[in-house]
């Protein structure tokens, strides 16, 4: 998601606090607001996947193999 799209984002919001939106501007909203919302989530998941801890043992627990589905590359 690029800058312009979060600017027409707020532009969208300002105008329907002011003046109101068309249906058309509506829906452009619905969809630029879920297509923002999408790339936060990929953005989380990505840092959530990344996570690893260190067990008391010395072992390390990578979070994203464990809990996110993700695959050893080797297997």
């Given at each position: ?28 909203q ?36 464990k ?9």
């Amino acid at each position: 998601m690029d800058q312009s799209m979060i600017d027409r984002i707020n532009e969208l919001y300002h105008k329907s606090q002011s003046t109101g939106l068309s249906e058309e501007e509506k829906a452009e909203q619905a969809a630029l607001r879920k297509e923002y919302i999408a790339v936060i989530r990929r953005n989380m998941r990505a840092n959530l996947n990344s996570i690893s801890i260190q067990e008391q043992d010395g072992t390390v627990t990578d979070l994203g193999k464990k809990y996110g589905g993700i695959r050893d590359e080797q297997s």
